[in-house]
């Protein structure tokens, strides 16, 4: 495996679509400050440092440990960087199963070969939903410039973990959710405070279809172009809540705001908590 820092993106299999990672293969060599000064020299959402695996975890070869971090700061878990290794690894050691042990827990990945090329779905970790404070919520809609009014009251806000923790909100209408201009400072400030890796905007555009977009301050970058651990946060919050079946596929739109767009699939199975999120991606050359 190569230490050099590779670019692929994620979610589409386009180069220039989808939300672009950097990976490095062997990282066992780089200490902390190294990864994080790497992450931030690249720039991308998230970088992903792979080192060998817990003992016992999976098929000699095909198991590993898996670090995330942004350009500012180690994250828990990051989906699309998870989809971007694996496509990564299976053009060096095949197709088929992989796992890693994260700092949120044990995902496993699988990667199938497809006629449009390599395509990775993710197994998340066990979700959960929690309930956001009323003024906790009115900082977030104060620093997004977002009036109560424009949210989707089918959606109620709430905090949803899928091996990270971000706020999900529903827009109103596609118009809200195309103007983002958000207050930096501010948001950060407030997802800092409640342990937020990014906050979903959700608008639904059908029974399965949904545009998103997912400002992410707290990692140095605006807007995460595509957003796999948020991918699967929502599609817990969505059957918790009953807004689709217990057995559903999702396709979720994200990044077609910023000129990059991918698309997430999200599987949900009936009698399985965890969220399968997949999609394409390809090596940016």
């Known amino acids: 495996m190569t230490s050099d820092v590779l670019r692929y993106t994620a979610f589409s299999g386009a180069a220039d679509g989808g939300n672009p990672a950097g990976v490095v293969l062997d990282a066992s060599g780089l200490g902390d400050d ?14 992903a440092f792979l080192t060998a695996p817990p003992h016992g975890l999976g098929t000699a070869g095909r198991a590993f440990t898996a670090r995330y971090f942004s350009p500012k700061a180690e994250v828990p878990f990051c989906g699309h960087a998870t989809i971007a290794t694996a496509i990564a690894l299976a053009e060096r050691i095949g197709p088929g199963d992989l796992v890693f042990a994260t700092p949120a827990g044990t995902v496993p990945v699988s990667v199938e070969a497809t006629g449009e090329g390599l395509r990775a779905t993710l197994t998340s970790v066990e979700p959960h939903l929690e309930e956001i404070g009323a003024a906790d919520l ?22 949803a973990y899928a091996g990270a923790r971000h706020l999900v909100l529903g827009a109103a209408t596609r118009e809200r959710l195309t103007d983002l201009a958000y207050d930096v ?26 545009h998103v977009r997912d400002p992410f301050p707290v ?18 919050y969505a059957r918790e809540l009953g807004l689709v079946p217990d057995d559903a596929v999702l396709t979720l739109h994200q990044g077609t705001d910023m000129g990059r767009p991918g698309v997430l699939t999200v599987e949900l199975r009936a009698g399985d908590p965890r969220v399968r999120v997949g999609g394409a991606g390809t090596r940016i050359r």
């Open 185 to 210: 400072p501010r948001l950060e400030a407030l997802m800092r405070r409640l342990d937020l890796t990014t906050v979903q905007l959700v608008h639904r555009a059908g029974s399965d279809v949904f």
């Open 219 to 236: 990692g140095g970058v605006y807007e995460d172009p595509a957003t796999g651990a948020a991918a699967a946060a929502f599609g817990a």
């Open 34 to 47: 190294r990864m994080l000064e790497i992450a931030a020299e690249l720039g991308y959402s998230e970088t």
């Open 138 to 159: 009115a900082e977030a809609l104060a620093a997004l410039d977002w009036p109560a009014a424009d949210l989707d009251p089918a959606f109620p806000p709430k905090i």
